[in-house]
């Protein structure tokens, strides 16, 4: 009896050493299926991250994130959220994450079909914007026109005002209220999300949409730059065997840092300041532990993320 005590604790000491070597512990929560609502733009990057953790992304699910941290908002808590926008971290914060982790930050810009030579030529231009009351890149493009007129490049303000979108100037800055519902004009199309509006792109249902470095990185495997201005810097890319131009913002469009404007944005009875692009993870278990405990070993400016 001694001796098989002796051999059943020798087994689990090299069972613990073996995990201990590959990362583990024998309670370890990093197997089986995460639950996750991501945003598009973190797509890529968290489903990388899962992998690393050597659990299965088949239960993320790509949602914008304003509608993902109304879900939980309502009960229904994943084991990760991930976010492209640090001004709902507040609002996370207050369901008790087990941790946060800040991913970096993060530019915006546009992908067309067609080169387009200047700013002004997007009044010729068929847009997709993606809800802004289900994602947040859907507002930081009402922000964006209205910082293109403000600056001076063109105004994209009245196109977005024919949706219901509605605009009214502060001493310091904007607010903008947007419609629970947004009906789509014949030059701006709404879809409920931003892989839903790169879908109108893919299929020449529009010209251009509003995009952020994460995501265009994650669906181009290399970019060529073709132009540099004060307004952007231009690349040419292929996917799918279609070639698109991508124009990142430069300055104050970019959204790199907090605008100097205070521009809020009214989704029902919630204003929310619109701030610098920086995207955060969240998690609300062990396997969410899991997924950060990976993605803090990343290289996460392969993926567009600043520190």
Known sequence: MAVRWLLLAVLFAVLA????????????????????????????????????????ARGLLS????????????GVVPDLYGSVDVELLKEVERLGPRQVFVLGRFGMGLVCRTPLSSPEELVFSK????????????????????LMKKEGFVDLVSRFERLGVRYVETGRGVN???????????????????????SMLEVGAVDCTFVHTPFVLGRFDRLEEVGRSSVWTVYRGVHGRLTYYVYFFNGVLSFLDDPSYEIY?????????????????????ERGDCVIEALREMDLSSYGFLR
Not at 127 to 146: E, F, M, S, T
Request: net charge neutral.
């Open 17 to 56: 050493a073996f995990l201990a070597l590959n990362g583990l512990s024998a309670s370890s929560g990093c197997n089986g299926d995460v639950v996750g609502f991501v945003a598009p733009t973190l797509v890529k990057v968290i489903s990388d991250g899962v992998a690393k953790s050597g659990l299965s």
């Open 127 to 146: 847009v997709a914007v993606a809800d802004p009351n289900k994602a947040p890149i859907g507002y930081r493009a009402l922000a964006a026109a209205w």
């Open 176 to 198: 903008i209220t947007v419609p629970a519902v947004l009906s789509p004009s014949g030059d701006v199309q709404v879809a409920s999300s931003l892989d839903a509006a790169w």
């Open 265 to 285: 944005v009214i989704l029902g009875q919630q204003a929310v300041r619109v701030v610098r692009f920086e995207a955060f993870v969240a998690s609300f278990s």
């Open 63 to 74: 949602i914008g994130a304003v509608e993902g941290l109304r879900r939980m908002q309502q």
